[in-house]
């Protein structure tokens, strides 16, 4: 799955144009080396964003095409 999507519908970023905005701005690192927003996700990837207040990490545990607000969380594990 595409980045900016799995940031989308994980609920992480509320919008896919965000999601490209932060890819584009150099503000995602999946494994640890910036990421475009069509970089394709693998099961076990760990994704940090950097925000100017913090940021979040994450490792990638499952792929959905669409998600309810409870079942978003299941997604993804922070780390």
Known sequence: MRLD?????SRILKR???AKEACDGGKVL????EAKPAHEL???????I????GGVKFEVLA???S???EDAEKMYRLL
């Open 30 to 33: 999946v494994n640890d080396k």
């Open 5 to 9: 999507k799995f940031l989308k519908v």
């Open 16 to 18: 896919r144009t965000v």
């Open 50 to 53: 950097r925000f100017a207040s």
């Open 67 to 69: 998600t309810k607000k």
């Open 42 to 48: 693998k099961l076990g990837d760990v994704v940090e």
């Open 63 to 65: 792929f959905l095409n």
